[in-house]
């Protein structure tokens, strides 16, 4: 058995959201009782993702930006360098939680990851997610398979946020997307990989690991970018 209280890290800097999406997949299929959880950081060009119960009115007019149909809760949201997103794959039987808990252990990590900025957010409990002032922050939506997550977070750090005026953000119209580097005058806050390790750090706290290992072979969890099963997607 793996020890259950490590949680591996993978830095992915920036990659397509379909061969992500695709390894994701892949892994949570693959993995077993002994495989460890794992956390992924990542960056995407732009795209817009739908989730499962995703409505087709909520997307305004993506122009040139694809629309890709995914299998995560949630509505639709944006993804462009200079957002933070993270996956984390768990194992939430073997954690012992519930897909409340995750969420809430999620949305706590991003409120406490804020407060080292010296921005206060909180959740909602009627809608996923961090906010700012009503304002949205960060985005939220996971998909449960064999009891075990994929998906995850989007935090907005230095993004350009004019995608998010194509859709309804998360369903919503009228909903107001804000960025960290506004809200903080920390140097921190403008920055993708200064947040990455706070996010790291308080995810492994709300999930109770003891330990983190950071894997050295991220490209090998990405399927090859050419696979026309992917592309289809």
Request: aromatic share 8%.
């Amino acid at each position: 058995m793996a020890d259950q209280n490590t949680l591996r890290i993978r830095y992915l800097g920036l990659q397509d959201y379909r061969p992500v999406w695709r390894a994701m997949s892949n892994f949570t299929d693959q993995r077993d009782e002994s495989t460890p959880d794992e956390l992924w950081l990542v960056e995407h060009p732009p795209v817009f993702t739908q989730g499962q119960a995703g409505k087709a009115e909520h997307v305004l007019m993506p122009g040139d930006i694809p629309v890709v149909q995914v299998d995560r809760g949630g509505q639709v949201t944006y993804h462009c360098p200079g957002q933070l997103v993270a996956y984390p794959l768990v194992d939430i039987r073997r954690r012992g939680v519930g897909v409340r808990d995750l969420v809430t252990s999620t949305e706590n990590t991003l409120v406490d990851t804020l407060a080292e900025l010296d921005i206060e957010a909180y959740p909602k409990a009627d809608a996923p997610g961090v906010y700012v002032n009503d304002d949205k922050v960060a985005s939220l939506g996971f998909r449960i398979r064999k009891g075990c997550s994929y998906h995850g977070l989007s935090l907005n750090v230095d993004m350009d946020l004019s995608g998010f005026a194509r859709i309804n953000p998360c369903g919503y119209q009228g909903l107001k997307m804000v960025r960290t580097v506004d809200l903080s005058e920390d140097e921190r806050a403008g920055s993708v990989a200064a947040l990455e390790p706070l996010i790291v750090k308080h995810f492994v706290k709300h999930l109770g690991y003891t330990d983190t290992e950071v894997a050295d072979n991220a490209p090998q969890v990405l399927i090859d970018f050419s696979d026309p099963e992917t592309e289809a997607l």
